[in-house]
């Protein structure tokens, strides 16, 4: 899994970010509620998003997986209402977004040569 799927995944992640939180005019994208936890609605788009960021987590090497993994947690908190800070969700995404393009730009793995 090369930079290229990673890519994709950014890609992936920040378009579920825009649909989710923003509404088109004339562009009717349905989001649907599938249950309820602890009083705050669990959507389509909430499951799509952990998705696509335990896909990345996976992807990640070991000093960013851990760091993404605890931000994964504390928006899982945020949108099930045991962080109660307005707007942490859509802070935390964007927070995992922006790592992730910093890490895509910035970090190499290093080559040993023989």
């Known amino acids: 899994m090369g930079p290229n799927m990673l890519e994709l995944l950014i890609v992936t992640l920040i378009v ?3 649909l ?5 005019e004339g562009l009717a994208i349905p989001d649907f509620e599938l249950f309820s936890l602890n009083g705050h609605p669990i959507t389509l788009w909430n499951i799509l998003t952990v998705a696509v960021i335990a896909w990345v987590i996976g992807i990640l090497p070991s000093p960013f ?3 993404a993994s605890v931000i994964l947690v504390l928006w899982i908190l945020a949108v099930l209402g045991f ?3 307005t707007g942490l969700p859509s802070i935390l995404i964007i927070t995992i977004i922006l790592g992730l393009i910093l890490y895509l730009f910035t970090w190499r793995p290093r080559t040993h040569s023989i």
């Open 65 to 67: 997986r851990e760091i």
């Open 20 to 24: 989710g939180y923003v509404r088109f």
């Open 83 to 85: 962080i109660a800070i």
């Open 16 to 18: 579920l970010w825009i």
